[in-house]
């Protein structure tokens, strides 16, 4: 919503939302969480090179084709150009590349975003205000996070009461997909879109979605940015309302006190910046790309501090 004009513009939110679904039916991509707010975009995403090694070289063209043709192209001139560049093997390798690359994504998504804004609003130049900031998530721990980050931007920029009314957001989508399908809450977490299967996580649906309800109640009682409502929701039918206030089992898994899951949650973007996991790792990548420190070192260490110690046998 424009405050000066009076002008909504969420009908871009939903321009976000169907090019991302729409970029990652072709790329090597899944995608782990979304949330298209009003001035800017939040993505958790997996990449893997090894998605695209299994596409034929046909399939590898015409993703690409999906992605760069122009529109008055015939399917006869389709055909002629897919043949001619079957005969390059190096641009076909330079092609798979790019289908796993996170830059060539985000590219693919800008700059359609701001063909259609710049068109609605009759003018031409730069939309986004700057290239995208990426960070690299080295655990599940990290990976876990940051998709609890992601979902829950709506919440804690008080644009919503609730998860359900969470607009544009892929944990409002995980919530109607699992009312018209409450057989699966208890499967294994799958991507919202992209690379169909099972993530690396390992933990059911029912689960993640406790741990974003469980998350978004006690990130700040007593401030603005948390769950509220007693409003009938899918929640209620998975029982995760009644035990919304009792520490997730997924916490015991990674030795997490509660201080240290809403502190790693809340530092997703300020605590940390290049990549998130812990200390160690950090190190270690640090290390790899030839530096001696990356910003999130200090913080890791001071989340491994504050993990719950082991309950006596």
């Not at 919530?175 to 809450?185: C, N, S």
């Not at 001071?302 to 110690?309: G, V």
């Amino acid at each position: 919503m424009d405050w000066l004009t009076g002008k909504s513009y969420d009908h871009r939110r939903d321009w976000v939302v169907v090019r991302v679904n729409e970029l990652a039916s072709i790329f090597a991509v899944r995608v782990l969480a979304y949330a298209a707010m009003s001035n800017h975009l939040h993505l958790a995403l997996e990449f893997d090179p090894a998605w695209v090694e299994q596409w034929s070289d046909v399939e590898c063209l015409d993703r690409w084709q999906r992605l760069y043709c122009p529109a008055d192209y015939s399917e006869q001139q389709k055909v002629n150009r897919l043949t001619a560049w079957l005969c390059q093997p190096e641009r076909i390798a330079q092609i798979r590349q790019r289908l796993a690359s996170v830059s060539e994504f985000m590219k693919c998504l800008n700059e359609h975003i701001a063909r259609l804004a710049n068109l609605e609003d009759g003018c031409t130049g730069r939309f986004w205000e700057g290239r995208f900031k990426c960070q690299r998530l080295l655990d599940e721990q990290a990976v876990l996070s940051a998709m609890v980050y992601v979902d829950l931007n709506p919440i804690r920029a008080a644009m919503a009461p609730d998860l359900e009314s969470s607009d544009y957001t892929s944990i409002q989508q995980r919530l109607r997909e699992t009312a018209e399908r409450l057989g699966d809450v208890d499967k294994l977490l799958k991507p919202v879109a992209g690379v169909p299967g099972e993530l690396a996580l390992g933990i059911s649906l029912r689960h993640y979605l406790g741990l974003v309800y469980w998350t978004g109640r006690v990130m700040h009682p007593t401030k603005r940015g948390k769950i509220e409502g007693t409003a009938p929701s899918v929640l209620d039918v998975l029982d995760l309302r009644e035990n919304g206030e009792q520490r997730p089992a997924l916490l015991d898994r990674f030795a997490l006190s509660v201080r240290a899951w809403t502190h790693q949650v809340k530092g997703t973007e300020s605590d940390f910046y290049r990549v998130i996991g812990a200390a160690e790792q950090i190190l270690d990548y640090a290390e790899d790309i030839g530096q001696r420190w990356l910003q999130g070192i200090g913080v890791a260490r001071l989340l491994n501090e504050r993990r719950a110690r082991p309950k006596p046998v």
